[in-house]
């Protein structure tokens, strides 16, 4: 059997990773429509070996479309996801508009894909934050077998989770450093080339930021509502990958031994631990990959029963693209979906 699927945002990075994953995964699609603002109208974009013309999100009608992967922002998100779930489709969305949302399931299929099955009833299902996604693909196998009590994490996010213009902005600013051009910062409230920001989204009352709280609370959702999380995020001068350095205290003892055993057999990792020089997972070698790279995994002496490990994906693919389409790939596997048509 195939699908009628819609992506929203086409032209967008993660837009355009959705279409690449769906074809590298010969998804069973029986027709794919690629949709954008009016602005985006006629452009060109790849599906497979295809060209796709993106065609107005305004004025599409979603009858007789089965599912729909949204990637345009929580504003619009907001606006189309429960109209196009009222046509029939079943929306996978990649905002942080609905995460929280009780009636929404906020979905790592590695992690929780059990979930699904306890229903979708406004016809959603969340994406989680690209960071908080390869986290608890990380945390499943140790959280299962010792039962994580806290966690202290700090990310080290490329521009590209922040969208195209602010690729252009390092790139525009790396360029500007070489031939002492002037460079003013748009995207960034300071100049990200050759340098790193302690910011990642709009300050809270609490001192933290938003894309802090959302993995604290997403972490919560995902795996397990009594764990701890604090979080600093950082945006660093990479294009590609996000990375992640996480310090684990657990309710159980575990070695790290263990630990690697564990995460060498779970499913969706790779792990790179060698102790020696060269011998970790870095962004330039999870670029275009859809695994989550784990390394240095090591004891941490703090805490009584404590780990630290680096962790390491493409934050277009597993943190967004991929997990959406490995959720489409669930609902119809346990059979969660029929055809609209």
């Known amino acids: 059997m195939s699908y009628k699927v819609a992506i929203v945002g086409a032209t967008g990075n993660v837009g355009r990773e959705m279409l690449n994953v769906l074809a590298e995964r010969a998804f069973p699609a029986s027709e794919v429509v690629a949709l954008a603002s009016t602005r985006s109208v006629g452009i060109d974009v790849s599906f497979g070996d295809r060209t796709l013309k993106v065609k107005a999100l305004d004025y599409y009608d979603f009858k007789g479309t089965d599912i729909v992967l949204m990637s345009a922002g929580g504003a619009i998100s907001k606006e189309w996801s429960p109209k196009i779930a009222e046509a029939g489709a079943i929306v996978i969305d990649n905002s942080s508009q609905w995460r929280m949302d009780r009636q929404v399931p906020l979905i790592v299929p590695e992690v929780n894909v059990e979930a699904l099955n306890q229903g979708f009833p406004k016809g959603i299902i969340a994406n989680p934050n690209c960071s908080t996604a390869q986290l608890v693909v990380a945390l499943k196998p140790l959280h299962d077998e010792a039962k994580i009590k806290r966690l202290v994490v700090a990310t080290y996010q490329s521009v590209s989770g922040t969208g195209k213009a602010a690729m252009d902005e390092l790139f525009t600013q790396t360029r500007a450093v070489f031939v002492a051009d002037p460079m003013e910062p748009k995207i960034y409230p300071k100049r990200i080339a ?7 989204g709009s ?24 764990i701890q999380t604090t979080c600093t995020v950082v945006r660093v001068p990479v294009f590609i990958g996000h990375s992640e350095a996480v310090h684990i205290e657990f309710e159980r003892p575990i070695t790290a031994a263990k630990a690697r055993s564990l995460l060498r057999e779970a ?8 102790q020696e020089d060269g011998g970790y997972a870095t962004p330039i070698e ?11 995994v090591r004891k941490d002496p703090t805490v009584e029963n404590g780990l630290a490990l680096w962790v390491v994906a493409d934050n277009l693919r597993k943190g967004a693209a991929t997990n959406a389409v490995q959720i489409a790939e669930c609902l119809i596997n346990r059979k969660l979906i029929r055809r609209a048509a």
Request: aromatic residues 10%; hydrophobic residues 40%; glycine residues 8%.
């Open 194 to 200: 050759f340098n790193v920001i302690p910011q990642g």
């Open 286 to 296: 999870c670029a275009g990959e859809d695994a989550v790279y784990v390394s240095r």
């Open 267 to 274: 499913p969706g990792l790779l792990l790179v631990d060698k």
């Open 203 to 226: 300050f809270l009352d609490s001192g933290y930021t938003t894309e802090e709280w959302k993995m604290m609370v997403e972490v919560q959702k995902i795996l397990d509502p009594d």
